[in-house]
């Protein structure tokens, strides 16, 4: 039987969504099947699940991965079929658990389908409570700590842990989420852990207001958070007395004067609002208008038919949603989730074994897991880019790493409020006017006398921000440096290589990708670097990339790449990788290397029992080294293209300090990405 966990809440609006989503997210990290189930489909389009069955690659999809929907219980239940209604539940749920590892079931909301008064119907916690025994699942109630003072809650758990208890089920651990203060340890004999309210996730985005209002959108961002409302009917100077961050005024539409001065607030950096809502149906003034798209604040403009009043009392019973419309959500639950759940500890609790089978998912996920582990500081010179903004707000929300981003801060936050990203917490530095270029000046001069740079030379070195940034590094302000999303290769590596340098005993820096297949990771080294290493280069790659690979939990063993195998073959080619197999094993006898070796006898079993049958390398390398540039970087682009292989890189290694760059096409995910490999390499060093 597959291990099942039962996600059950105990009254409305829990938030089982966060549980859920961090329970899944956790477990992605250890097995490659995962089953998601919704017993009870409580609306044709459930939002949770499907952002949970296109997020994660689950067994089944949306159509296959809910029982029955509320109103096909609500007619078994009417003639009295309630047993028939189990069964078909079951029935659906073993569908799914046979094709998972490990199956999430999210129980059923109280959505009024079934009453107390009726005796045919169980009350829900009985529903959930007979669901989880009949699939076998341990249950992880979820309680909600909205409006509780400490003892009513560790009340509210106790009651909840001992109701499933007495019915028979397994209760594995609990968590109370939305709590506002205190959580009292209540007593129990399982783990119960408090997720904090966070505004992030619960509040509305302008977006959800804007489909519940049945609004015209004119422009502007719509997944800002709404933290507040604000009415505005009074004069300006006391409407802007008013204005709250995260708040969405809403205002009739023929005031000009409080669209204008309010989306001056927001330009200004007053207030950063979430967005305007013009009611009466009433479209702005023009020049109004013109006024405003000239301040660029990027807010959202929502016209509505109805009255403040009643904008005001529809808007105020929203509740959010996570969903794949709510990417940003999602990151900030699951930031909350792994911020607040002892992980670890749950999932010794649920006795997953990790797979030996590691697919994409699992490796980019493990990234974030590893790199939170040991949290880092790390810099990022390109600081006003969007891309990096984005990133920066979803590094900080999941705590993979601590931040400093380089730039005029008014620029950076400028553009942070125009396109509505959050970088609290991130600390920001303008090399222009830092203390610290006063003295990397002196440094980066002593360091390049060799090459003629002057003090005055150097002072006006280190104000690029490449520079300033790879300074911090060398000086111990940053634990490591990511950039290149708007640089060159060459302007980000260069200062790394002037004023890091490479490990001692390492006689080059070079890199390597993470080559992410269906059901493995491999590392294929160098294909961005060394044009044509010699041999003591080559061994040094072969060296850097399998320290590199057991950093990320891969257990290297190294193929030196030919076009020969073993004594095949002759010539200046194979010659220099066998001299750099040779010094791989003189200096390093412990770690697995075979080479010269062709890639079909390293990477298949079969070729390898013809070619190499005694080797422990051969069939199973996890480490491939190319001879050269031209070799390596055509090879790992074939296999990304052909194979569908996702290619995460390249990585740089050999360096004192981490520095790596990113493709001027980055995406914010390849962003994070590589933010959580550097802070990675950073702790390992």
Not at 104 to 115: A, E, K, L, N
Not at 344 to 356: F, I, N, T, Y
Not at 454 to 476: E, K
Request: hydrophobic share 45%.
């Amino acid at each position: 039987m597959a291990q099942s966990i039962y996600v059950a809440g105990l009254e409305p609006s829990v938030g089982k969504g966060t549980v859920a989503l961090g329970l899944v997210e956790l477990l992605s990290r250890r097995v490659a099947r995962i089953g998601v189930f919704r017993p009870l489909l409580s609306a044709r389009d459930d939002a949770l699940l499907t952002l949970l069955t296109e997020r994660y690659p689950v067994v089944a999809p949306y159509a296959d991965s809910f029982g029955v929907t509320a109103a096909e219980a609500s007619a078994l239940v009417a003639d009295g079929k309630w047993e028939e209604l189990i069964s078909r539940i079951v029935e659906r749920y073993n569908e799914v658990e046979r094709r998972s590892a490990t199956v999430v079931v999210i129980g059923s909301d109280f959505s009024g389908w079934d009453t107390d008064g009726d005796d045919k119907m169980p009350r829900e916690l009985g529903f959930n409570a007979r669901l989880a025994t009949e699939f076998g699942s341990v249950v992880l109630p979820v309680i909600s700590g909205e409006g509780r003072s400490a003892e009513s809650l560790a009340a509210a758990a106790r009651s909840a842990v001992h109701s499933f208890t007495d019915l028979n089920a397994t209760v594995v651990a609990l968590i109370a989420n939305r709590v506002n203060g205190d959580f009292v340890d209540p007593g129990l004999p399982v783990p119960c852990w408090a997720i904090p309210e966070v505004p992030a996730v619960g509040s509305p985005t302008v977006a959800e207001v804007a489909a519940e209002l049945d609004a015209t959108v004119l422009g502007g961002a719509l997944d800002r958070d709404v933290l507040d409302y604000v009415v505005g009917a009074a004069h300006v100077p006391a409407v802007l007395d008013h204005l709250t961050d995260g708040a969405l005024l809403i205002t009739p539409g023929d005031r000009a004067d409080l669209l204008v001065a309010a989306s001056a607030a927001h330009a200004a950096g007053n207030v950063t609002l979430a967005g305007l809502v013009l009611t009466l149906g009433e479209f702005p003034d023009p020049r109004a208008l013109k006024v405003i798209e000239r301040l660029n604040t990027g807010l959202a403009m929502l016209v509505v038919p109805s009255d403040s009043y009643h904008t005001i009392a529809s808007a105020a019973r929203i509740r959010s949603r996570l969903g794949t419309g709510t990417p940003r959500k999602v990151q900030a639950a699951l930031g909350a989730f792994e911020e607040s759940v002892d992980t670890a500890e749950l999932a010794r609790l649920l006795d997953v074994a990790r797979s030996s089978r590691v697919t994409p998912l699992m490796f980019e996920n493990d990234l974030i897991d590893k790199a939170r582990a040991d949290r880092r500081h790390l810099v990022l010179p390109e600081g006003s880019e969007e891309r990096i903004l984005r990133a920066t707000e979803t590094l900080l929300r999941r705590g993979v790493a601590d931040l400093t981003l380089l730039g005029d801060p008014a620029v950076i936050e400028r553009r942070a409020r125009e396109i509505g990203v959050s970088i609290e917490g991130a600390r920001v530095v303008d090399p222009e006017t830092s203390p610290w270029r006063d003295d990397f000046a002196p440094r980066y001069a002593e360091l390049r006398k060799h090459r003629g740079v002057t003090l005055d030379l150097a002072y006006d070195v280190v104000r690029d921000v490449n520079y300033f940034g790879t300074m911090m590094v060398s000086a111990g302000l940053a634990d490591g440096m990511v950039s290149g999303a708007n640089h060159t290769t060459a302007a980000t590596i260069r200062p790394a290589f002037e004023i890091i340098k490479t490990v001692p005993g390492v006689s080059v820096a070079s890199s390597v990708f993470f080559m992410l297949l269906a059901d493995r990771v491999l590392v294929y080294g160098d294909c961005a670097v060394n044009p044509d290493p010699d041999a003591e280069q080559l061994a040094d790659i072969a060296l850097s990339s399998a320290d590199t690979a057991a950093a990320f939990g891969i257990e290297p063993r190294v193929a030196m790449l030919s076009y020969s195998t073993g004594s095949s073959g002759a010539g200046a080619d194979v010659e220099k990788v066998a001299a750099a197999t040779a010094l791989v094993r003189e200096r390093r006898p412990d770690l697995p290397v075979e080479g010269p070796i062709q890639y079909d006898a390293a990477i298949d079993p079969a070729v390898a029992a013809t070619k190499l049958p005694s080797s422990e390398v051969a069939g199973k390398a996890t480490v491939f080294v190319f001879p050269d540039l031209n070799t390596g970087n055509n090879t790992y682009k074939a296999v990304q293209r052909s194979a569908g292989a996702v290619a995460v890189g390249p990585v740089m290694q050999g360096l004192r300090r981490p520095v790596n760059d990113l493709s001027r096409g980055a995406t914010v995910k390849d962003i994070v990405n590589t933010v959580a490999i550097t802070a990675i390499q950073a702790a390992a060093r």
